[in-house]
């Protein structure tokens, strides 16, 4: 066996044929909801999968790759600084994460109270000056499962009351992840609502710069999550494979 970390050729061709496929999906879902494909981002997840994985994404051209825990992208990123990548935090932060994960990513995912907000705009702020403010989503958690993580729609708004104070990162957008189904027509009924949300929220006087994005879909739902809005898309297993154990 070569080093996890070689050149392995054909494993840069099989994430080269996913990305193909995987932007084709994206166009035609676009296409049905009469919607320019260039405003859907596609965020490669490369959680539990080591650097070559992350050299093919980007031999794929995949710019945005999205890692869900900090401590594992901390590892990851500073082993890739001569890569152009934009890195997404798509998973939970923990509050005494926070300040360091402002730092090493350019967008997070999962804001869902208002401290958390407060310590990554405080994190965005420390340090070397950012190149640009940290983009901030907030995870909405619209099926009250106990277990996920999410702002409930009561509190979101409290977020972006908060959001206004925000000088190291700016919110721009709902995130969600739908409850686990195999049947992706179970889940149209959550992005639509997300959607919604975005539109009551605008409604209620949050501005609109603020929800400009959607995260919602990922490998087996995102042609849905498209249909009904999404403008950022997560997907890993259809471009890297099932994830190691
Ligand atoms: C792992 C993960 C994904 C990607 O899941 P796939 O089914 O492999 O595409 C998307 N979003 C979040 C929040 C994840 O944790």
């Known amino acids: 066996m070569s080093s996890p970390d070689a050149f392995d050729p054909a494993l840069h061709a099989t994430v080269a044929a996913n990305a193909a496929r995987v932007r084709d999906q994206i166009a035609s879902a676009a296409s049905r909801a009469k919607r320019d494909p260039t405003s ?9 999968f080591p650097l070559d994985h992350i050299r093919a994404a980007v031999g794929a051209r995949l710019v945005d790759l999205g890692e869900n825990r900090v401590q594992e992208a901390l590892t990851k990123i500073p082993a890739t600084t001569d890569l152009p990548i934009t890195w ?6 923990q509050s005494n994460k926070a300040r360091k994960a402002a730092k ?4 997070i995912h999962s804001v869902d109270s208002v ?3 407060r310590r990554l705009d405080q994190g965005a702020q420390e340090g070397d000056q950012r190149p640009d403010p940290l983009s901030v989503l907030v995870q909405v958690d ?14 979101v708004l409290e977020i972006f009351s908060a959001a206004r104070e925000c000088k190291g990162a700016r919110v721009r957008g709902l995130m969600i992840i739908p409850p686990r189904s195999e049947e992706p027509e179970d889940v149209r009924v959550f992005f639509r609502r997300l959607r919604t949300l975005r539109d009551e929220l605008i409604d209620a006087g949050v501005p609109p710069e603020m929800l400009e994005e959607l995260s919602m879909g990922m490998s087996h739902d995102f042609e849905v999550a498209i249909e009904e809005g999404a403008t950022i898309v997560r997907v890993g297993t259809a471009l890297f494979g099932r994830r190691p154990a």
Do not use: N, Y
């Open 115 to 117: 401290s958390l907000l």
């Open 88 to 93: 997404h935090l798509i998973g939970h932060v």
């Open 40 to 48: 859907i981002r596609l965020v490669a997840v490369t959680k539990k």
């Open 104 to 107: 090493a990513f350019s967008w």
């Open 142 to 155: 619209l099926a009250s499962e106990p277990t996920k993580h999410g702002a409930t729609p009561d509190a």
